[in-house]
Protein backbone atom coordinates (compact mmCIF):
# COMPACT_ATOMS: atom_id res chain seq x y z
CA UNK A 1 0.00 0.00 0.00
CA UNK A 2 0.87 3.61 -0.78
CA UNK A 3 1.62 5.43 2.40
CA UNK A 4 0.77 9.41 2.12
CA UNK A 5 3.12 11.76 5.29
CA UNK A 6 2.26 15.52 5.37
CA UNK A 7 4.32 17.74 7.14
CA UNK A 8 3.81 19.71 9.12
CA UNK A 9 0.66 18.11 11.08
CA UNK A 10 0.42 21.45 12.51
CA UNK A 11 0.93 25.17 11.60
CA UNK A 12 0.44 28.29 13.37
CA UNK A 13 -0.07 31.45 10.57
CA UNK A 14 -1.28 34.68 10.03
CA UNK A 15 -3.79 36.37 8.16
CA UNK A 16 -1.91 37.22 4.82
CA UNK A 17 0.75 34.67 5.12
CA UNK A 18 2.13 32.69 2.49
CA UNK A 19 1.54 28.74 3.65
CA UNK A 20 3.01 25.78 1.83
CA UNK A 21 2.14 21.75 2.92
CA UNK A 22 3.51 19.21 1.88
CA UNK A 23 3.07 15.66 1.08
CA UNK A 24 5.22 12.61 0.37
CA UNK A 25 4.02 8.98 -1.13
CA UNK A 26 5.82 6.15 0.00
CA UNK A 27 6.52 5.62 -4.00
CA UNK A 28 5.82 6.68 -6.91
CA UNK A 29 1.97 7.95 -8.03
CA UNK A 30 2.74 10.00 -11.11
CA UNK A 31 0.52 13.21 -10.50
CA UNK A 32 -2.56 11.34 -9.33
CA UNK A 33 -2.85 13.19 -6.12
CA UNK A 34 -5.62 15.03 -4.92
CA UNK A 35 -5.86 18.07 -2.08
CA UNK A 36 -9.05 18.63 0.72
CA UNK A 37 -10.06 21.38 2.69
CA UNK A 38 -11.93 20.39 5.61
CA UNK A 39 -13.91 22.49 8.97
CA UNK A 40 -15.05 21.57 11.99
CA UNK A 41 -18.19 19.28 11.63
CA UNK A 42 -18.04 19.63 8.05
CA UNK A 43 -17.38 17.15 4.88
CA UNK A 44 -14.17 17.82 2.67
CA UNK A 45 -14.11 19.93 0.25
CA UNK A 46 -11.77 19.06 -3.09
CA UNK A 47 -9.77 21.79 -3.74
CA UNK A 48 -6.84 20.61 -6.24
CA UNK A 49 -6.88 17.24 -8.62
CA UNK A 50 -4.19 15.89 -10.60
CA UNK A 51 -1.56 17.44 -8.59
CA UNK A 52 -2.00 20.69 -9.91
CA UNK A 53 -5.63 20.91 -11.05
CA UNK A 54 -7.65 23.70 -9.29
CA UNK A 55 -11.04 22.51 -8.91
CA UNK A 56 -14.10 24.76 -10.23
CA UNK A 57 -14.84 27.20 -7.98
CA UNK A 58 -11.64 27.31 -5.61
CA UNK A 59 -10.26 30.59 -5.17
CA UNK A 60 -7.00 31.00 -7.01
CA UNK A 61 -4.55 31.31 -4.07
CA UNK A 62 -4.53 27.78 -3.77
CA UNK A 63 -2.13 26.27 -5.93
CA UNK A 64 -0.74 22.49 -5.81
CA UNK A 65 2.75 21.09 -7.50
CA UNK A 66 4.88 17.77 -8.03
CA UNK A 67 5.00 14.50 -9.26
CA UNK A 68 6.09 11.40 -8.29
CA UNK A 69 6.79 11.22 -4.79
CA UNK A 70 6.61 14.94 -3.19
CA UNK A 71 4.02 17.23 -3.61
CA UNK A 72 3.13 20.67 -2.08
CA UNK A 73 0.23 22.74 -1.27
CA UNK A 74 0.35 26.43 -1.41
CA UNK A 75 -1.76 29.27 -0.61
CA UNK A 76 -0.32 32.08 -1.51
CA UNK A 77 -1.59 34.81 0.93
CA UNK A 78 -4.13 33.18 3.57
CA UNK A 79 -7.69 34.17 4.62
CA UNK A 80 -9.54 33.88 7.68
CA UNK A 81 -11.78 31.25 5.88
CA UNK A 82 -8.98 29.05 5.05
CA UNK A 83 -7.98 28.47 8.65
CA UNK A 84 -9.03 24.34 8.57
CA UNK A 85 -7.10 20.89 8.39
CA UNK A 86 -6.03 20.14 5.01
CA UNK A 87 -5.62 16.24 3.00
CA UNK A 88 -3.83 15.00 0.30
CA UNK A 89 -5.51 11.67 -1.28
CA UNK A 90 -3.89 9.45 -3.69
CA UNK A 91 -5.69 8.01 -6.72
CA UNK A 92 -2.96 5.88 -8.35
CA UNK A 93 -3.76 2.89 -7.14
CA UNK A 94 -6.00 1.25 -4.08
CA UNK A 95 -6.57 1.86 -1.55
CA UNK A 96 -6.97 5.65 -1.82
CA UNK A 97 -4.49 6.35 0.89
CA UNK A 98 -5.15 10.09 2.45
CA UNK A 99 -2.05 11.54 4.21
CA UNK A 100 -2.44 12.36 8.08
CA UNK A 101 -3.68 15.92 7.55
CA UNK A 102 -2.40 19.29 8.42
CA UNK A 103 -4.17 21.95 10.37
CA UNK A 104 -3.79 25.47 10.10
CA UNK A 105 -4.49 27.64 12.97
CA UNK A 106 -4.84 31.35 13.57
CA UNK A 107 -1.32 32.67 14.96
CA UNK B 1 -28.18 20.71 -6.93
CA UNK B 2 -25.81 18.68 -6.81
CA UNK B 3 -26.15 16.36 -3.80
CA UNK B 4 -25.16 13.31 -1.65
CA UNK B 5 -27.55 12.58 1.41
CA UNK B 6 -26.09 9.96 3.81
CA UNK B 7 -28.24 7.71 6.47
CA UNK B 8 -28.54 4.74 8.49
CA UNK B 9 -26.20 5.56 10.98
CA UNK B 10 -26.72 5.06 14.96
CA UNK B 11 -25.73 3.25 17.74
CA UNK B 12 -25.23 -0.81 17.78
CA UNK B 13 -23.52 -3.06 19.84
CA UNK B 14 -20.14 -4.70 19.44
CA UNK B 15 -20.80 -7.86 16.51
CA UNK B 16 -23.84 -6.18 15.41
CA UNK B 17 -25.13 -4.98 12.00
CA UNK B 18 -25.94 -1.76 9.98
CA UNK B 19 -26.26 -0.65 6.75
CA UNK B 20 -25.87 2.74 5.86
CA UNK B 21 -27.28 4.08 2.36
CA UNK B 22 -26.02 7.17 0.61
CA UNK B 23 -29.03 9.14 -2.14
CA UNK B 24 -27.73 11.14 -5.08
CA UNK B 25 -28.93 13.82 -7.38
CA UNK B 26 -28.28 16.31 -9.33
CA UNK B 27 -25.76 14.56 -11.60
CA UNK B 28 -25.35 11.56 -13.51
CA UNK B 29 -25.14 8.65 -10.72
CA UNK B 30 -24.73 5.44 -13.45
CA UNK B 31 -21.78 7.29 -14.72
CA UNK B 32 -19.79 7.52 -11.65
CA UNK B 33 -17.47 5.45 -9.40
CA UNK B 34 -18.43 5.87 -5.48
CA UNK B 35 -16.74 5.49 -2.78
CA UNK B 36 -17.21 4.91 1.59
CA UNK B 37 -14.68 7.38 3.45
CA UNK B 38 -14.96 7.32 7.60
CA UNK B 39 -13.23 9.58 10.37
CA UNK B 40 -13.19 8.25 13.54
CA UNK B 41 -13.44 10.61 16.29
CA UNK B 42 -10.84 13.68 16.18
CA UNK B 43 -9.19 11.57 13.64
CA UNK B 44 -8.02 12.14 10.19
CA UNK B 45 -9.87 10.51 7.07
CA UNK B 46 -9.86 7.05 5.71
CA UNK B 47 -10.83 5.58 2.58
CA UNK B 48 -13.18 2.24 3.26
CA UNK B 49 -14.74 1.08 -0.05
CA UNK B 50 -15.12 1.93 -3.69
CA UNK B 51 -17.36 0.49 -6.65
CA UNK B 52 -17.36 1.38 -10.38
CA UNK B 53 -20.28 2.66 -12.25
CA UNK B 54 -21.52 -0.62 -13.23
CA UNK B 55 -20.10 -2.67 -10.14
CA UNK B 56 -17.75 -4.26 -11.92
CA UNK B 57 -14.88 -3.77 -9.94
CA UNK B 58 -15.38 -3.38 -5.82
CA UNK B 59 -12.01 -2.39 -3.43
CA UNK B 60 -11.97 -2.59 0.00
CA UNK B 61 -9.56 -1.47 3.22
CA UNK B 62 -8.19 -4.30 4.79
CA UNK B 63 -9.72 -2.88 8.11
CA UNK B 64 -13.08 -3.99 6.50
CA UNK B 65 -12.65 -6.85 4.56
CA UNK B 66 -15.02 -10.02 5.10
CA UNK B 67 -16.85 -8.00 7.23
CA UNK B 68 -18.16 -5.07 4.88
CA UNK B 69 -20.09 -4.81 1.69
CA UNK B 70 -20.52 -1.97 -0.87
CA UNK B 71 -23.53 -1.99 -3.68
CA UNK B 72 -25.28 0.19 -5.49
CA UNK B 73 -28.72 0.51 -7.50
CA UNK B 74 -28.28 2.49 -10.44
CA UNK B 75 -32.17 2.91 -10.95
CA UNK B 76 -32.14 4.27 -7.78
CA UNK B 77 -29.68 6.19 -7.25
CA UNK B 78 -28.20 5.20 -4.16
CA UNK B 79 -25.19 3.54 -2.95
CA UNK B 80 -25.37 1.22 0.24
CA UNK B 81 -22.85 -0.26 2.83
CA UNK B 82 -23.55 -3.05 4.31
CA UNK B 83 -21.41 -3.39 7.57
CA UNK B 84 -21.48 -6.76 9.11
CA UNK B 85 -19.34 -8.29 12.67
CA UNK B 86 -19.15 -4.72 13.90
CA UNK B 87 -16.21 -3.02 16.37
CA UNK B 88 -15.37 -0.52 18.56
CA UNK B 89 -13.02 0.69 16.25
CA UNK B 90 -15.82 1.12 13.66
CA UNK B 91 -16.68 4.10 15.47
CA UNK B 92 -16.32 7.18 13.00
CA UNK B 93 -18.68 9.47 10.51
CA UNK B 94 -19.33 7.54 7.06
CA UNK B 95 -19.33 9.60 4.19
CA UNK B 96 -19.97 8.79 0.67
CA UNK B 97 -17.84 10.35 -2.28
CA UNK B 98 -18.16 10.43 -5.63
CA UNK B 99 -15.30 9.85 -8.53
CA UNK B 100 -14.99 12.54 -11.16
CA UNK B 101 -11.24 14.20 -11.15
CA UNK B 102 -11.06 12.87 -7.64
CA UNK B 103 -13.52 13.01 -4.56
CA UNK B 104 -15.94 15.32 -6.24
CA UNK B 105 -18.76 15.16 -4.40
CA UNK B 106 -19.13 14.28 -0.66
CA UNK B 107 -22.13 13.93 1.72
CA UNK B 108 -22.86 15.28 4.98
CA UNK B 109 -21.82 12.17 6.36
CA UNK B 110 -23.56 9.92 9.06
CA UNK B 111 -22.70 9.08 12.29
CA UNK B 112 -21.80 5.13 13.38
CA UNK B 113 -21.20 4.16 16.98
CA UNK B 114 -20.53 0.93 18.25
CA UNK B 115 -20.98 0.58 21.59
CA UNK B 116 -22.04 -2.03 24.54
Known amino acids: DIQLTQSPSFLSASVGDRVTITCRAS??????LAWYQQKPGKAPKLLIY???TLQSGVPSRFSGSGSGTEFTLTISSLQPEDFATYYC?????????FGGGTKVEIK | EVQLVESGGGLVKPGGSLRLSCAAS????????MNWVRQAPGKGLEWVSS????????YYADSVKGRFTISRDNAKNSLYLQMNSLRAEDTAVYYC?????????WGQGTMVTVSS
Open chain 2, 26 to 33: GFTFSSCG
Open chain 1, 89 to 97: QQLNSYPHT
Open chain 2, 51 to 58: ISSSSSYI
Open chain 1, 27 to 32: QGISSY
Open chain 1, 50 to 52: AAS
Open chain 2, 97 to 105: ASLGHAFDI
